[in-house]
């Protein structure tokens, strides 16, 4: 698990067919000493560009979205109030 903030949108024409319904946003991760590794992540839960979030990675997060035959590395499953 990690934490990061969104800092983009992924805009996509095609989308694998588990992946439809779902929105793709770019994370920077805040607890991590390298500062060029963002990442796509899924996001379930609605969160929004500049808001810190919480993100599981691997089976967590296809198992996150509720679909463990996704093709997800990252998931969105929190957003950071303080």
């Given amino acids: 698990m990690l934490i990061g903030k969104i800092v983009g949108t992924v805009v996509s024409t095609r989308k694998h067919k588990e992946l439809t319904g779902l929105k793709l946003l770019i ?10 590794q963002d990442l796509v992540a899924v ?12 993100v599981v990675l691997g089976n967590s ?16 499953v929190g957003i950071v109030d303080q």
């Fill in 61 to 76: 997060a296809r198992l996150a979205i509720g679909n463990p035959q996704a093709p997800v590395d990252a998931a969105i």
């Fill in 43 to 54: 996001d379930n839960i609605g969160a929004g560009v500049g808001e810190i979030v919480l």
């Fill in 27 to 36: 994370v920077r991760p805040l607890n991590t000493r390298s500062p060029h």
